[in-house]
Structures are given as structure tokens and as C-alpha cells.
């Protein structure tokens, strides 16, 4: 199975330019890039992005925090376009389930992302409220569960096999942290990995010998010690 390459960024410009590449099939944003990115009106910077980005998925955040916010900004924001889908955190800043707005989003045939996800648990209690036709993306922080010192795997390969009875169900690798975490999705049979632009770029420069990169690294240090006109 093949694990595609989603970019995670919202910078209009960005978008643009990864949108062009074929390694990118699809992109995701939050409400902390949006801000990253400079949108002051997030509807409009949304429209701006969809101008030229209509093809390929991408992934748009609700930033309501109950039931009635989340559920009418969901509906608003899958207007904007058939390829998008609609990022709903897996608990609201309470630590509630939202699995309530997922089951109502999904029998309203709206395509999901389900964000913040870090456990099997959570992926079952998601798959357990959204029927076997309407498109969901689950994704999982495995960046960010490591910087706590957990090992995201085992909670990967256990959602992975839950989700394998629907059809409809992608299990995307999220907070990617190296561009070896490619590799690693892709072993682990993970659908989507979401990378940000510089990470992109260093995956599309894989294949280099241990050669190659002993010549490159010492030349690096050599060059940097020039430029430094360093002497002992």
C-alpha cells in the first residue's frame, strides 16, 4: 500500500507551490497555522486557498469548543468545496468525546479529519459512531506522543487493525518530527502522513549513499571552518 504525502501548512503562498508537486496529494491545516500564517479572517483566507487548491483534499478546522459551534461551523465549512474535509478535534478543551458531532457530521455524509487522536482507545470509540460509507481521516500525533517519551507505534499498529473493516477509513500519521517518519508510516501501513514543506523536501532527496553523506557532512564542517577562519 502506498502512504500518501499530505503537507501541513496554511501559508497561502506555501500552497500554492506545494500544490504544483505530484508527491503531494492532499494538505491539512489548524487554527494555530491559520494564525502562523497571518489569516485575520479565517472564512476568506479559506476561499483565498480553495481559489487554486480544488482538487486535492484538504483538511479545514473547527474551532467551536461545544456542540451547536462545532456542528454549524462544520456545515459552513463543508460548503467551500468538494474536496474538503472537515478537522474535528477527537474532545473539546473539556476532555468530552465528541463523538455526538462526529455521528451527526457523519450521517450528514460529511467528509471528517478527526484530529488530537493518540490512542487505540479513542480510534475505537471514534469508529464506533461513524457508519461504513462517508469519508473519515483519523489522525494520530506521533510526534508529539514521542516528545513525551512515549512510543506511538503500539497505538498505530492497534488502530490500524481496527480500522481495517472499513473502507471508508484512513489512519494518517500526524506531528511529524523527521523525514524517516515516511518511512515508518509507510512499514507501519499508515494511509496518509501529513509533513510540513521543509520535511517534503528533504523526503524528495532521499536515496543518498552513507557515502555521499560522509563526503557532504566533513565538507560542510571544513567549509564552516573557512568561512570562521578558525585557527588553533
Not at 500544490?19 to 502562523?36: A, D, E, H, Q, Y
Not at 487548491?53 to 463543508?78: H, L, R, T, W
Not at 477527537?90 to 463523538?99: A, I, L, P, Q
Not at 455524509?109 to 464506533?128: D, F, P
Request: aromatic residues 10%.
Amino acid at each position: 500500500m502506498t502512504t500518501k504525502i499530505f503537507c501541513d501548512i496554511a501559508e497561502y503562498r506555501l500552497i500554492k507551490r506545494f500544490n504544483k508537486k505530484k508527491i503531494v496529494k492532499g494538505f491539512t491545516t489548524n487554527p494555530s497555522l491559520m494564525r502562523k500564517a497571518g489569516a485575520k479572517d479565517y472564512r476568506l483566507y479559506c476561499k483565498e486557498i480553495l481559489k487554486f487548491c480544488f482538487k486535492k483534499p484538504i483538511s479545514f478546522e473547527v474551532f467551536g469548543d461545544d456542540y451547536n459551534s462545532m456542528i454549524n461551523q462544520a456545515v459552513k465549512i463543508n460548503s467551500w468545496g468538494k474536496n474538503v474535509y472537515v478537522k474535528i478535534p477527537v474532545v473539546n478543551s473539556k476532555n468530552k468525546f465528541t463523538g455526538k458531532v462526529i455521528k451527526e457530521l457523519n450521517n450528514k455524509n460529511i467528509k471528517l479529519n478527526i484530529t488530537a487522536v493518540y490512542t487505540a482507545k479513542q480510534t475505537k470509540k471514534i469508529l464506533s459512531v461513524i457508519n461504513k460509507k462517508t469519508k473519515v481521516i483519523i489522525s494520530i500525533f506521533a510526534g508529539r506522543a514521542g516528545d513525551t517519551g512515549k512510543d506511538p507505534i503500539p497505538e498505530f499498529k492497534k488502530s490500524i487493525a481496527l480500522a481495517k473493516k472499513f473502507t471508508n477509513v484512513e489512519i494518517l500519521w500526524a506531528s511529524v518530527r523527521e523525514p524517516y517518519n515516511f518511512l515508518q508510516a509507510k512499514q507501519l501501513g499508515c494511509h496518509i502522513i501529513t509533513v510540513p514543506p521543509s520535511i517534503i523536501e528533504k523526503i524528495e532527496k532521499f536515496g543518498k549513499s552513507f557515502d555521499q553523506l560522509t563526503k557532504e557532512t566533513v565538507k560542510a564542517f571544513l567549509i564552516d571552518s573557512q568561512k570562521s577562519k578558525f585557527k588553533i
